[in-house]
């Protein structure tokens, strides 16, 4: 199995896919449950993030000890309980947003695009901290 993450990063080291546009943003990277913790796929993300150009900080929860965005097992779409204080995707912004310089929390997953995108709003960090795919940042790039 050969996730995108690991394809975008072959093919930007084998020249494959022109970057034209450095990019010039500081970003903190999320590593998603499937892809990281239980597929152990944590470098070719950072790779590509190397290849951009982009200044990325690493969250304190990374890599095998990431914490999650809250979406996994269904509860996407469960509602959340009151006595909860605050949702995992919530204080996951929350950790991204303490970084200093950090602005963009990229991430290579669509429900942790879905759930980050959603706490920037519920935490009143919109148009303080922007949510990106990997491969929304590699297009840019282009």
């Not at 997953?109 to 519920?122: E, H, I, R, S, Y």
């Amino acid at each position: 199995m050969c996730t995108y993450s690991e394809l975008l990063a072959g093919l930007i080291a084998a020249g494959k896919i022109p970057l034209r546009k450095p990019m010039d943003l500081a970003v903190t990277y999320h590593d998603p449950c499937y892809l990281g913790r239980y597929n152990g796929v944590f470098e070719p993300p950072r790779a590509v993030l190397r290849a951009l150009g982009v200044q990325c900080a690493e969250m304190p929860r990374n890599r095998g000890s990431a914490f999650c965005c809250g979406a996994g097992g269904g509860r996407i779409w469960m509602e959340d309980s009151v006595a909860q204080k605050e949702r995992p995707a919530e204080s996951r912004v929350r950790e991204a947003a303490s970084l200093p310089g950090v602005e963009t929390l990229v991430v290579a997953c669509p429900k942790d695009l879905v759930m980050f995108q959603d706490a920037v709003k519920t935490t009143g960090l919109e148009g303080r901290m922007a949510v990106m795919d990997l491969a929304e940042l590699v297009e840019e790039a282009m």
